[in-house]
């Protein structure tokens, strides 16, 4: 854990002049934590470990010293054949579109124009060759299609001066630990590997162990996490789309994000929401990938205002100022819950995260707490209370269960 100072600006952090006024043109009004105790070690070279909230601003921590070095080497254009000198490696192809679109965003002003290209699959291989001719300075990659380009002969690993692995929990949870490998195969020995992480399971942790040169680790639970507000609201069984349609209706909010677990979910809640007048979009891995970038698009720009979603927009989905996340069903994973609120609340925002459970989730949302080390209050909705018969279910404590009669073994006696 590092204690270096605070910068309160991004000049403190020793940006160039050229960065600072584009991160004032984009009202980046001051260093976010992540950021502030990040920037000035990956600026001096060094290794890294990184663990924040979700919406806590990594990106421009891993890119902002990435863009001024490129901007400082004595030949910034001395890209050549098709070889890269950054690599940014994520696990989603969403992630991978708003990672790129956030670097060239914040290179618009630097000179000699910086080259940046993402890769990803689920559309066309061939643009995404024509872009990598003639070299890139960086490119954000998913690992499946940057090695498709490798074995094409379309790019090459070998000139890479900055690895970043960013979401790695994500990445392994995915299953691209052999890709992952493969990849790491291809690289030069020295390098600057930085390594970004939400949450740190055994394998994110082993893998930062034989991949980093004695990293700087910087591990926050940032602040401006509190500016998102959760709660849970408990229901009766069968009611969770009415309860659901009563609170959009009656909040009235700007947008709403709603998460379910499966594909035939979403389009069966987008059904039932169409009658009783609400129209949503959804977002799930059978969509093509243009028609998902539509909907996204869409969403970001305020045209559609409910979008039910499946974990693949858990990740990566950066909405300016969504006021509400919602739950409709509990995800699988305890941290995949964190994931999900996280879309709200972004860069000290402020933002709800609502959880909407039933008989059937009660446990399974009490797990959730237990792993992520916070406890809700259950509240109802007024007009849809708990049946009197399941309340004692919903709020009391478990009761211990009673030991079945003659079953387990008896004490052996000592005295015999």
């Known amino acids: 854990m590092t204690d270096k100072t605070s910068p309160t600006t991004f000049a403190d952090l020793g940006l160039i002049p050229t960065l600072v006024e584009r991160l004032e043109e984009l009202e980046y009004s001051q260093p976010t934590s ?37 901007y400082q080497q004595d030949k910034p254009n001395s890209r050549r054949g098709n070889t890269v000198s950054h690599l940014i490696l994520v696990p989603t192809r969403e ?13 618009y002003h630097l000179r000699n124009e910086i ?49 970043v692995l960013d979401e790695a929990d994500r990445m392994l949870s995915l299953g691209f630990t052999e890709e992952l490998n493969n990849i790491l195969a291809l690289l030069p020995e020295k390098k600057q590997t930085l390594l970004f992480s939400a949450t740190f399971p055994e394998k994110v942790t082993t893998l930062a162990q034989h991949l980093l040169n004695e990293p700087v680790e910087v591990q926050l639970q940032s602040a401006e996490a509190s500016t998102l507000v959760q709660r849970v609201f408990s229901v009766n069984k069968g009611q969770k789309t009415a309860v659901l349609a ?19 979910s979403c389009n069966h809640l987008a059904q039932k929401l169409s009658k009783r007048g609400i ?24 045209d559609i205002q409910v979008l039910i979603a499946t974990d693949i927009a858990a990740r990566g989905l950066d909405i300016e100022k969504l006021p509400v996340v919602i739950n409709f069903d509990l995800p699988r994973s305890p941290a995949d819950y964190m994931h999900r609120i996280g879309r709200s609340g972004r860069a000290g925002e402020v933002g709800l995260g609502l959880s909407l459970i039933d008989y059937d989730d009660y446990h399974h949302f009490k797990v959730i707490e237990k792993k992520n080390k916070f406890r809700l209050e259950r509240e109802q909705v007024a007009g849809f209370e708990v049946d009197d018969d399941q309340s004692e279910a919903y709020f009391a404590p478990m009761k211990p269960r009673a030991k079945p009669a003659g079953t387990g073994k008896k004490k052996k006696n000592r005295n015999q």
Request: glycine share 10%.
């Open 95 to 107: 992630l991978a579109s708003q990672v790129a679109y956030n670097v060239k965003s914040y290179s």
């Open 279 to 302: 129209t949503a979009e959804v977002f799930h891995g059978d969509k093509g990938q243009g028609a998902r970038t539509r909907v996204l698009e869409g969403f970001k720009s305020g």
């Open 246 to 264: 009563h609170l959009i209706k009656q909040h009235q909010w700007r947008q709403a994000l709603i998460f379910v677990n499966a594909k035939n």
């Open 34 to 70: 992540i950021q502030s105790h990040t920037i000035p070690y990956l600026l001096e070279g060094r290794d890294l470990v990184g663990g924040a909230n979700t919406g806590s601003g990594k990106t421009a921590a891993f890119s902002l010293p990435i863009l001024q070095k490129i």
């Open 115 to 163: 080259k940046t290209v993402a890769v990803f699959g689920g559309v066309s291989v061939n643009p995404q060759m024509l872009a990598l001719r003639g070299g890139s300075d960086i490119v954000v990659a998913t690992p499946g299609r940057l090695l498709d380009l490798v074995s094409s002969n379309a790019i090459k690993l070998d000139q890479v001066q900055t690895l």
